[in-house]
């Protein structure tokens, strides 16, 4: 296969798609709110791991011998899946190890764990997510807990907690995926690894559509995956920036329109389609159009 290029948009309604340390939505300097590429990759990993698939990211928990729950290490997370890590072990069999993890042969790792040093840079990455919605008001409830502050002896009073939301936000990530990027371990490896492929793409796109909707948490619910471009090059030679800046957002109109978008991949793709909510969206554009959620074509009044 060859080089893909993309947009993810999530749609937050009552909903925190991406908090900082505070609670309040992330954002920069200036207030942009954004979502980092972390927030968009933990759904795409729960999924795969829901679904049973080897996931290496994703913090997991165990009782100590104080009968305290705490959270795994890397190398108690690798061994859940793969042979107890120990410095005996050759960096060859912990390399193939992780590429058998779908989180790994998409998205990279670094893991330095008894004497191993591995950096894999991942096929696919991620821009940071920004919101281009113009009207993006944040949202603090008060919640009233049922308990009172077991901190103090003589509280009269059950305690008092915040929720902090927007009221709507549109988030738009780009991402790339370079499936040569793995090409230098088959030398390692041998012939019979394999770097990225079609059907790894597959499941990529898979869970690029779809994960953030099956993610519900509090917090997420009201977080839902409503917009997707693939670009799929026609030769290696095509390199493009990051796609989400060539679109442009009406906030009134709720429409999205992709005409810089077609001037800039016009005669670079031998694929390309878009993905969409149909019911909440409006899309100005002349790439086939797909329902999000159903994943099947959406015509036009005209039947195009």
Not at 19 to 41: C, H, M, Q, V, W
Not at 129 to 145: A, H, M, P, R
Not at 159 to 180: Q, R
Request: net charge negative; charged share 25%.
């Amino acid at each position: 296969m060859k080089r893909v290029y993309g947009i993810i948009g999530i749609k937050a309604k009552m909903a925190n798609w991406n908090a900082d340390f505070t609670g309040r939505p992330k954002s920069t300097s200036n207030g942009e709110i954004f979502g980092s590429d972390k927030s968009l990759k933990y759904p795409m990993k729960k999924m795969w791991e829901n679904e049973g698939k080897n996931v290496l990211y994703m913090k997991s928990w165990k009782e100590n011998p104080k009968k305290e729950i705490v959270p795994n290490t890397l190398a108690e997370r690798y061994a859940s899946f793969f042979n107890k890590i120990e410095k005996k072990i050759e960096t060859k069999e912990v390399l193939a190890n992780l590429f058998k993890c779908i989180d790994v042969k998409n998205f990279g790792a670094t893991f330095a764990e008894a004497g191993q040093n591995i950096s894999i840079t991942g096929a696919v990455q991620f821009g940071q997510g920004f919101n281009k919605f113009d009207d993006t008001n944040i949202e603090v409830q008060d919640i009233l807990s049922p308990f009172a502050d077991s901190k103090k002896e003589d509280a009269k009073q059950s305690t008092l907690g915040t929720k902090i939301t927007v009221d709507e936000a549109h988030y738009f990530y780009g991402f790339s995926i370079n499936p040569s990027a793995y090409d230098e371990y088959k030398a390692i490896l041998g012939d019979n690894f394999q770097a990225y492929t079609e059907d790894d793409y597959q499941e990529f796109k898979k869970v690029a559509l779809v994960s953030a909707t099956s993610y519900s948490t509090n917090s997420k619910f009201g977080c839902e995956n409503e917009f997707a471009v693939f670009v799929e090059c026609k030769d290696a030679a095509c390199y493009l920036p990051n796609l989400s800046d060539y679109i442009e957002f009406n906030s009134e109109t709720r429409e999205i329109d992709l005409s810089q978008l077609e001037s800039l991949i016009d005669g670079r793709y031998s694929k390309v389609e878009v993905y969409y909510n149909p019911m909440k969206l409006k899309l100005n554009t002349n790439i086939d159009k797909f329902n999000i959620f159903t994943q099947e074509p959406v015509k036009d009044a005209a039947g195009n």
